[in-house]
Nanobody
């Protein structure tokens, strides 16, 4: 079983940056599919970004349209850690952000794909 734990959330202002971290257990972290999702109050959990190993040190990444060009997903396999660098934050980015993991090769942007979830970290962007 894989355990994941997010950190790095907080209260920031519009236009600020924030970096979320997700520490994962397991000896094969480099091959895990890792994703970020978020859930705003009263809304369903939505896909933000994902990273899937291709070969060697090459990873495929995907982003939801609303964060493209502002958010960057990355990973440090030596530290078993996934990151989400969030720049130019907007009030609509306010949500609880979740890290998730799976070894499945199913759809990256579906929360049903992922088997292991963290508890979430709150990101609040004030206007």
């Amino acid at each position: 079983q894989v355990q994941v734990a997010e950190s790095g959330g907080g209260l920031v202002q519009t236009g600020d940056s924030l970096r979320l971290s997700c520490a994962a257990s397991g000896r094969t972290f480099s091959t895990y599919v890792m994703g970020w999702f978020r859930q705003a109050p009263g809304k369903e959990r939505e896909f933000v970004a994902a990273s899937r190993w291709i070969a060697g040190s090459t990873y495929y990444t995907r982003y939801t349209d609303s964060v493209k060009g502002r958010f960057t997903i990355s990973r440090d396999n030596a530290k078993n850690t996934l990151y989400l660098q969030m720049n130019s934050l907007k009030p609509e980015d306010t949500a609880i952000y979740y890290c998730a993991s799976t070894v499945s090769r199913r759809s990256l942007d579906s929360h049903w794909t992922y088997d292991y979830w963290g508890q979430g970290t709150q990101v609040t962007v004030s206007s």
